[in-house]
């Protein structure tokens, strides 16, 4: 699977329209996560398990990187999305269930 910021965007917003979508999927792919670890927080863990090739994925809000080793690109979250706002929820521990301990 490519690591180009247009897949991952693309998947990225298939993964729901709204935060509690969002959470029942990670729940199903049993994803857990730290809450404001860019790099550790569950939406970047689903990325690094599907694309085994993007081992440096960071999200933060309204952002997110790839690097493959190579190379690292950026690309911009529609804030709107799901995603975003899971991971302001996430971030705000609404969502204990998912988090690491």
């Given amino acids: 699977m490519s690591t180009h ?9 298939s993964l729901g329209s ?36 993007a081992a440096d994925f960071t999200i933060s809000r309204g952002r997110f990187s790839v690097g493959t080793g190579r190379t690292c690109r950026y690309a ?3 804030w709107s999305s799901g ?4 991971i302001e929820k996430f971030d705000g521990h609404a969502y204990p269930d998912l988090e690491d301990k």
């Fill in 18 to 53: 709204t935060a509690d979508e969002v959470a029942t999927l990670l729940r199903k792919e049993g994803i857990k996560g730290i809450p404001i670890a860019a790099g550790s927080c569950p939406i970047a863990r689903l990325v690094k398990k599907r694309y085994p090739k």
């Fill in 76 to 78: 911009d979250v529609d």
């Fill in 5 to 13: 910021p247009r897949f991952i965007s693309a998947f990225l917003k």
């Fill in 83 to 86: 995603v975003s706002r899971f």
